[in-house]
């Protein structure tokens, strides 16, 4: 709840610049910033007829074409082992609802993770990620932070990784993701992937818990992030071909029939028709994957260039970068905190971007997640120029947001004795 | 969630028996039967570039729409008192989530509002209903079913009424309301008004606690009954215009940004289109009005023709007939239950209907729920002619579905000594 407090309150404040007629940089969203494929508005527009109620996991096409989906990864699933629902979001708070015991999360990780478990009652067990890439625990801490749970009495239940991850937009290393797979079987923990990012990993195929460990990991995904669809809410979930997967299925469709029946039956069938993979769909994704690579490597870039530490993004459209490095510098200004870091960046020169305690991170480190994917234009025509550009740090829209970021971070590190 | 595998069980029979090329009639789901409007079609099609993230709440336009309608109807509704959902049940649940105390339902009520209680974690005082109407508890016995709970160290936090009814589908008189609104304010209960069905009511306008009690009232509703789009999942809610109501909008606005983020952009988009209340929706409504009474008035007098009680429908589309006074020919038929009952009329006829243990009756009682609304026809076309015709029932499908009814009701009475 704070946390999305704490995002509103970003927003109104970028808000009221805005209407000020002040300089913004809004970078403290994870919108997908692209416009919607041809052939996609003409499913839903081709939808409107279905308005009946349907059945709580999805119509069996958009069930078989998810399954499809996942079969053509290497993973084969039938379409029963699929739900839907508006948004991933409502399936993480259906998993946190119905699996048993404490849960694991990776520090930092996506805002809502720890504020569903707080709904739920469910007690969190937060595990450092590792320096390499976020989205989950750092293997070798993972298994002393478990045994010192127990011997607290606490009962891990389930881990949650986000691969590729947010809020710092790489990959985890597969090494790393089959060592947790290893842990979690020695414990029997439920595994949760959060592979909302997957399709946008830039150079190859994200690794997948579902190639260790299929019998207990439970992916969950949706076209919010690949197809930048965030305001069509559409959401699913894989669950394993086992008794327990149908079980869990049984309960997550109880869940979703007392909380949002189904997802909506036109976006059902967008679902169906984008998962069926059609070449629009795929080339919209390909080329939004060399957008988001392009400008988040500049963004990068920038950072670097201030004297921040960042990991190198490597899927999506996100950075986490830290300034300790400038401490002292910043600490001359009144800097301290994260919080006090993003308030300066907003106040003094409009960009937008949110501090680290939002995903869990300590309030004494000094760093803040940067949304790139507002960058691509104010309007639809420049978003679809950006996203059919073959150079799209030169246009002229990004171009110009780049340089202003290049100068307010250059600002911002500048010693008060430098002019 | 038992509650959801029931009616997923009936209508698997139902589907079994239609694949086998049985008769079927479907008499067992709250679908209101009609298609989609052509204004309302447009206006999806014409939302397809509504791609981003929203605010949780809704979008100016589609909450300054609710406003307007509530304040047509003599409830001065100001756009921040209103919050948007994929489904009005969504905001059911969310309210439950954040209201303190027990939960005060009429009974029988629907099926998940005792379903959400269970699922929050919250006990509920069930109060009969009188007998001139659904959707309210007894006034006669609120108060003492209260201090009968008080006594024994529970704390009644809210009031739950259904205007109109559903599974009834009658309206609550207006003096029962106010009385219970009395009651309500004496023991200090909040009031969840569930007035869903309200624009379906038969004769005139259904009495609401926002007349009597509107400090203390928060009303839920939707499109999915008056404009039949249920596929669609567009609800909303009013809380009262005070500090409670606003620290209300907060909290729902909490539980919606972690469990649902918003109402898909899309359907805000129609759902601001419907509550400006253009002509041909409101003729849309007015129609769909007139047949859902025709044809409910129809089968009651089917049911009291084969000898069972029932109360006249005044809203909606649904009968909830009690054959007790055939009680001792259907025993002799091995039928002592609602559930028996119920078997029996899908077994031998293929009728379905929901056994009242459903909707918290109790299962001694020989009581069921019947939806009147897919009587309408097997196609748009027919669905169309349907809500078209100002004599209904002579239309040959609907005649031919009410002659059905009328034979297997009759022969479900029969005396086994009859022919």
Known sequence: MTMHSATLAMNEAMEARRAAGENVLHLGFGEAGLPVPESVAKV?????????????????????????????RGHETEASQI????????????????????????????VSYAAQADLVGKAVINVPIPQESGGIPDPALLEAALESAIRDGRKPGAILLTIPDNPTGTVADAGHVEAICRTAAKYDLAIISDEIYAELSYDSAAPTPLS?????????????????LG?????????????????LMQQLIGVGSEIWSSLAAPMQAVAAHVLSEPLDVTEHIRRARFLHSTVGNAVYAEFIGAGALCRRPTAGFYLYPDFEPVRPRLAVKGIQTGP????????????GV????????????LRARVATSL?????????WRSLHSDDP??????????????????????????A
Not at 45 to 64: D, Q
Not at 356 to 364: H, I, K, L, V, Y
Not at 398 to 407: D, F, M, R, T, V
């Open 44 to 72: 839903l527009a081709t939808a409107a007829p279905l308005n009946s109620y349907g059945s709580v996991a999805g119509s069996n096409e958009a069930r078989s074409a998810a399954a499809g989906w996942f079969s053509r």
């Open 83 to 110: 739900i839907f629902a508006p948004g991933s979001k409502a399936l993480l708070f259906g998993l946190l609802s119905v699996l048993d015991g404490d849960l694991v999360l990776p520090c930092p990780s996506w």
């Open 212 to 228: 260790v460990a299929p019998d207990r990991t439970i992916v969950t995904s949706g076209l919010s992030k690949s197809m930048a």
């Open 231 to 247: 305001g069509w809410r559409i959401g699913f979930a894989r669950v394993p071909k086992t008794d327990w997967g149908s079980e």
């Open 340 to 351: 006090q870091l993003v308030q300066r960046l907003l106040d003094c020169y409009g960009v």
């Open 354 to 365: 949110l501090d680290g305690t939002a995903f869990g991170d300590d309030e004494s480190n």
């Open 375 to 383: 960058l691509y234009g104010s309007t639809i025509d420049e978003r």
């Open 393 to 418: 740090i030169e246009l002229p829209w990004i171009a110009k947001e780049l340089a202003y970021l290049h100068g307010s971070l250059r600002d911002l590190v500048r010693g008060t004795n430098e």
